[in-house]
Nanobody
Framework: VQLQAFGGGLVQPGGSLRLSCAVS????????IGWFRQAPGKGREGVSC????????YHVGSVKGRFTISRDNAKNTVYLQMNSLKPEDTAVYYC??????????????????WGQGTLVTVSS
């Protein structure tokens, strides 16, 4: 299983970015794809998750209403649309796969495979 995250960059406060996570090698088992982030000097934080079985999603409270996770099954890609970005959203963002997931769990130890990070910087 391989995941590749991209789409980060520098954006002004209030701006938008869309991150993409290209996924390959997944089998028929249920899985969940999660987005996590790690700000400088802080621990890794779960942000959003989407389940393969029914497309249900979860967003952590600090991003609810601003971030939206979605998927394109034909392209094997999961997206994280980030709107109304704030300086505190600055972090390296990672996508990860939880194989055999029966729900969306925002605990990094649940996840089996990780992509490389993509840096998001929100600054004027």
């Amino acid at each position: 299983v391989q995941l590749q995250a991209f789409g980060g960059g520098l954006v002004q406060p209030g701006g938008s970015l869309r991150l993409s996570c290209a996924v390959s090698g997944l089998g028929p088992d249920n899985f969940a794809i999660g987005w996590f982030r790690q700000a400088p000097g802080k621990g890794r934080e779960g942000v959003s998750c989407i389940r393969s079985s029914d497309g249900s999603t979860y967003h952590v409270g600090s991003v609810k209403g601003r971030f939206t996770i979605s998927r394109d099954n034909a392209k094997n890609t999961v997206y994280l649309q980030m709107n109304s970005l704030k300086p505190e959203d600055t972090a390296v963002y990672y996508c990860a796969a939880d194989i055999g997931a029966d729900g969306c769990y925002m605990f990094d130890l649940e996840y089996d495979y990780w992509g490389q990070g993509t840096l998001v910087t929100v600054s004027s």
